[in-house]
């Protein structure tokens, strides 16, 4: 009942999520950009206030990061990763860190709400000033916003896929914040919302969850994240070497489906539930939640078999504690 309240006031009004718990890394020194691009495999963006969405790879070019790097200002970057993978991320990153380049570990300086839905716009130029329009402030970019001597930074991004944005605020300076934000709730019909909602408004979105929808034993165009990958940038990173001579790239493939005939919780898919076609396995379940804005139930799947995707609709079936239940492909994210 909570997730459904959460998850459609967030699609109609605004919510409020706590992301304090995001793991935040600032990396500074003049090898900062050049190492990044070794790491990372998208091209990140070297200008103030942008934002890249990549992924970092192993030698096989299996996934072995999920983040996004911003830059703040010449040679200083901010890497802003999960919080259950914070060891995960930062030993690999520093594994192939440049030695020159300084990595702080800031997690517990900054405090993080995100601000996410229609009314998100409206919400935050009511409280912090008129700094907002789409023009000033195009999506995937960030800025310093100040109020009352505080200096925040806005990130216009968002894991829900709605209009919103990050708010880093010192975190000594977090509550002030926050009971600004609350003091309008009941005019923009703002929301709490926690992590169980964001998993399942970020599957209504198609967006993709480190460790259970990818890992290191999938590459990005086998999760269909090519678009984050730059093979024909002038730089060498991770991984690339493999992708350009792995003839067959994509030993599996990322699907999205909805479970025929079901409600909410029943059945309640979870992931690793196995993938059938014509009685036989081909692949199984990486995430699954029910999506109360489109009454569907949601699971995003493997196929590790060779199917033709437009013949398999009518034979697709998961099996969720012993039973078994038809599925509709989704062609495109809810």
Known sequence: ???????????????????????KFELSGEKTYSSLQYICSNDIKNENGSITYTQ???SKGGIEADLTVTC???????????????EHDKKHILKYLD???????ITEELACFGIFGPKSRDLVSKIFGDHFLNNDFKFGTGKTVVLNDIKMWFQRISYVGELGWEIYIPIEKSKQIYE????????????????HSMDIMRMEK????WGHDISPAENPFEAKLGFAVKLN??????GKDYLLKEKN??????????INNSKPGDPLALHDEPIFYDNKIVGETTSGNYSFNYDKNLVFCYLTKKIDLEKISENLEVEIAKKRYALSLLKEPL
């Open 72 to 86: 703040l200002d010449k040679d200083k970057f901010r890497i802003v990763t999960g919080s259950s993978v914070r």
């Open 249 to 258: 790239l994509t030993k599996k493939t990322l699907i999205m489906c909805t």
């Open 233 to 238: 940038k002038k730089e060498n990173f991770i």
């Open 99 to 105: 030695q020159t380049v300084h990595l702080k570990d």
């Open 206 to 209: 198609g967006y993709l969850h």
């Open 1 to 23: 009942d909570s997730a459904k309240y959460e998850t459609k006031n967030a699609r109609e009004n605004v919510a409020l999520f706590e992301l304090s718990p995001f793991a």
């Open 180 to 195: 600004l934000i609350v003091s309008v709730e009941k005019e923009f019909d703002l929301v709490h919302a926690g992590a």
């Open 56 to 58: 970092m790879l192993n």
